[in-house]
């Protein structure tokens, strides 16, 4: 009897610890500024954290949200990264990217025009907003 208690109780510890092992590993990745330089590091970084937990067997989540001048990353007009943002799309649908809708909006009244942006992305309200949420549900938060 005491041996089956003392494995209820094993069993019973671990389950928090296995529940724990199994929640994805979060990554959210800042581009704030219009350098291509930045934008491809960015791009190399979720490549490189998706294929490393993806070859472990481990699930990995890569948000990529771009504001400011960063935008430009994301934008279909001026981006200078869009052939990879294809790319990723199609090899890596665990990385994820969210355009700034307020950078958008001041975008749009400066160049008194449209600014589109690529379909791989979502428009969220605020990009700096959407970095503090993902930090809040566990996401690290990386400017590359």
């Known amino acids: 009897m005491r041996i089956i208690l003392a494995l209820i109780t094993a069993l019973l510890l671990a ?4 529940a724990q092992a199994a929640e ?14 930045k934008m491809n590091a960015a791009l190399n970084v979720a ?3 998706s294929r490393y937990y993806t070859d472990k067997g481990e699930d990995v989540e890569v948000v990529i949200v771009a504001f400011n001048a960063g935008l430009h990353m994301l934008r279909a007009d001026t981006s200078p990264v869009k052939e990879r943002l ?28 449209d600014i589109p942006i690529v379909p791989q992305a979502k428009i969220v309200p605020a990009g700096v907003v959407t970095l503090m949420e ?8 990386i400017r590359p």
């Open 15 to 18: 389950a928090p610890l296995a």
């Open 86 to 113: 294809g790319n990723f799309a199609k090899s890596m649908p665990n990385v994820s990217f969210a355009a700034c809708g307020n950078t958008q909006e001041a975008m749009a009244k400066r160049e008194n025009k």
């Open 47 to 49: 490549a490189n954290v």
């Open 134 to 141: 993902l930090s809040q549900k566990g996401y690290t938060v």
């Open 24 to 37: 994805p590993h979060r990554l959210a990745l800042q581009v704030s500024d219009n350098d291509p330089d």
